[in-house]
Every structure is written in structure tokens, then in C-alpha cells.
């Protein structure tokens, strides 16, 4: 097994064990044997914001996507649904049960979980929208492999991220908006569109590299550097927008940390900018 095959970097060697467990309490053994033996535990969403090293991952990685993690249930507007359901099938279900508020989620290619664990959203008009504002409450692990439900009130939300990295996140209930399915579908397609225009999805690539400074675009910043286009082995600069990492033929993991580490080397010259990694490095 190679994690090539479940990122959509597509870039990725071997994890120390990849494991797919049927339901919560294998999870739990296998969380338990592999702290027990002082290994690293990483959960693999949809594989869509990380660059694992092509040497292997010193870990045990888990992916929930067995049924059981992969529920989805309503109550009125509230919306129950495991860690592993990819956001698209979340989003298919609001159209259908007519529950708005979580359209701006189109075309992110995550899990429930991992979009939770980053607080993955959008930056739209300076206003940033993102799926921590649409939570109520949080099933997770704890450290000490305990179930835990956690409120609202002790979950804590930032510009992608928040404190439910360090958990193994199980499911999530969120409370939406009802309104005519038409609606939601129609603003599913608007928000779909934007991103189709802005964004380079031809060739593998995990999304962002980069987060936004305060108040500008790292993409725009990337772009003034006259870096689009770019290429450091199989790996270039998105001419579309230049915040993406293209993997356009058989690009290493060094390829994108050369090629990155070129890109904050030229903005910090240039603009006196730092930026810093949204994508998580695995190795
Ligand atoms: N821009 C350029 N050149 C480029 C790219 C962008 O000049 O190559 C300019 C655009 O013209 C625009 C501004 O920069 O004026 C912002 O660009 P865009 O609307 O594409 O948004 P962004 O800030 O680059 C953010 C999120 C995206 C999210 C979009 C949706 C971050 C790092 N990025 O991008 O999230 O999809 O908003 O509105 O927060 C991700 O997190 O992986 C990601 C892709």
C-alpha cells in the first residue's frame, strides 16, 4: 500500500501499517496496540491537504472509511454524520432533506473529519466562511481513547484550525437552515462555479499550499513574484492560480519542498511576507 494511491497529490510512499478498521472499538485496539508500542497514529481523510514523503511515513495511518464511520442521519436541521463521509455526500444530503448553510463546502475534496480537524472553508469577498461556524457538537476519542462528546462551547475554531487535531475525530452533528432544495442545490452550483473559475484541479495537487497572510492573498502574493509556471522536477506552479502545487509528471516530495521552499524564499525578499504551510507535511 502506498499513500500515493489515497492523496490527491497522488504523491506518497509507505506508511509503517495502513489500517481500515470496520468499526469504533477495532479502532480503539489499534489505537491502543500502536500507542502501546510508541507508534505515531495519523488519520487520513480524503488525502486532499497533505504531502506525504515518498520515502514512507513513520506511522500508523488510519483511514474511517468503513461504513460505521460514514452515518449520516437528520433531525430537523440539526445533521448527524460520521468522520469518514466525504463532504460531497454531506452536501448531496442537504439538497436532498432541503437544509442550507453548508453550500460554501462545494468542491472542497474532504472528509467530514478532516475538514473539522483544519476548519477548512473559503475566503469569499474578505469574509472567510468555514465549517467550524456550522458545528454543535463533536464525537471524538480523547487521549486516552475514551469516547467524548464535546459542545460546542469547548470547541475551539481558527483560520484552518482548530483543537480537534490532536483527536481522533468520529463524528459530527451540525445545524443548518431548512429552505427549498431547489435553493440549496442552486447555491451549491454558484459556489461550485467560483471555484471551478479560480482554481487549477487538471492535475493532482492537496489545494492551498499556503495559508493567507492577514488580510491578503498568498496566492496573489505568489503571483506578483512572477512565479506561475515554475517547475522544480515534476512539480510546478499552478498558471491558474498561483497558490497550487501541480504535480504534473511524477513529481517527488522533495520536488514540492524545493519548489515551496523557493516560493517563501522569493515572497519573503519581495514582500517581507512569511508564509506559512497550510498543507500537512507527513514523513
Ligand atoms: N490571485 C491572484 N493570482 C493568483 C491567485 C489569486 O492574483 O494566482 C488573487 C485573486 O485574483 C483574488 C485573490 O488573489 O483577488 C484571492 O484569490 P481567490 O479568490 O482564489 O482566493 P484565495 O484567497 O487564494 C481562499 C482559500 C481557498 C478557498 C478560496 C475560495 C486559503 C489559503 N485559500 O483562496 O482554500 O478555496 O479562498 O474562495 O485560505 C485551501 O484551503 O486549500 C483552499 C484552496
Known sequence: MLLKDFTTFKIGGPAKSFLRPADISRLRRVIKNSRERGEKVLVLGAGSNILADDRGVDAVVIKLDAKCFQGINNYGEIVEVGAGKPLSQLLAYCVQKGLSGAEFLAGIPGTV???LAMNAGISLNKRKLAIGDLVERVLVLDYNNNLKVLERAK??????QSNL?????????FKLFPREPGFVKSKLSEYLSLRKAAQDWAWPNAGCVFKNPENDSAGRLIDSCGLKGRRIGGAQVSRKHANFILNVEHASSRDVLVLMRE????VKIK???ILKTE???WK
Open 155 to 160: 470547541l475551539k475554531f481558527g483560520y484552518r
Open 263 to 266: 516560493i517563501k524564499k522569493t
Open 165 to 173: 487535531a490532536k483527536y481522533v475525530i468520529l463524528g459530527a452533528s
Open 279 to 281: 498543507i500537512k507535511i
Open 271 to 273: 514582500h517581507k511576507i
Open 113 to 115: 473529519g478532516g475538514a
